[in-house]
């Protein structure tokens, strides 16, 4: 998309050179989708503020805890430290902060509701970027960047209560799909997020479905 805030158009040139040769599936191209689709939520949502929802999207994942060591600052500091480059004023800030704080996803058993309108469009973007086909891709991008098998049947998915528990997890890429991904649906926030969901979360199940028959040979039969 075309930023029509100037403020918008330095962030997306600041973040697009920061991500463009990341190779986790956190990459450029996820946050411009992430900031594409949260756009799109926030034409239909008049009570957005659509600098914060564009500001959000584009920074949601400018230092995630997961590259960080686990630091969960590490995203809000870095927000900051830009915004304030930018001279951005103090309420922009702390309203970006505050969604990149809240936006991640923690483990089935914890909840992570958004207390902005802004924070629950990028938090439906970014989930729906996690579903679908690209879902699937990411998820194997993340799983091979971190060198951990596609599957192994004798590693059953956790509930995982705690983000602690979420965050050491190191079970094969396919646990993460009942850990996390065939859950985002339920999760998300608005209802034109949850209508974008209905196709993409068929996919997720009909690939898993295939990856298992593949997986025990069902459908090479006796040939
Ligand atoms: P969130 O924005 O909800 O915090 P993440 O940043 O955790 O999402 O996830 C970003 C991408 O990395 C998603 O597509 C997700 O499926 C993938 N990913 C995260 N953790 C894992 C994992 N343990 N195995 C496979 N993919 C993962
Ligand atoms: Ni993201």
């Known amino acids: 998309p075309d930023a029509t805030d100037p403020l918008v158009a330095r962030t997306a040139d600041f973040i697009r050179s920061k991500f463009l040769h990341e190779g986790s599936g956190h990459d450029w191209e996820h946050i411009r989708r992430v900031w594409q689709v949260a756009r799109a939520l926030a034409q239909h949502t008049p009570q957005a503020d659509p600098l914060v929802t564009e500001l959000g999207a584009l920074l949601h994942d400018v230092a995630d805890w997961k590259f960080h060591d686990g630091d969960e600052e590490a995203g809000p500091r870095a927000a900051r430290q830009w915004l304030e480059s930018q001279q951005a004023p103090e309420n922009v800030i702390l ?38 086909a690209i879902g699937v891709a990411r998820a194997f991008a993340y799983g091979g960047h971190k060198g951990r098998p596609l599957h192994d049947p004798a590693v059953l998915p956790l509930q995982h209560d705690t983000f602690e528990s979420y965050k050491q997890n190191t079970a094969p890429t396919i646990n993460h799909f009942y850990e996390k991904l065939l ?9 034109a997020a949850r209508q974008v969901a209905q196709e993409r979360h068929a996919f997720l199940e009909q690939f898993l479905a295939q990856f298992l028959r593949e997986w025990e040979g069902q459908d090479v039969g006796q040939l």
């Open 95 to 132: 309203a970006v902060e505050k969604i990149i704080r809240e936006i991640s996803f923690k483990g089935l058993g914890v909840a992570t509701p958004m207390s902005t309108v802004e924070g629950e469009l990028v938090q439906d973007a970014d989930r729906l970027d996690a579903i679908g």
């Open 183 to 191: 859950h985002l649906r339920e999760r998300l926030n608005t209802p």
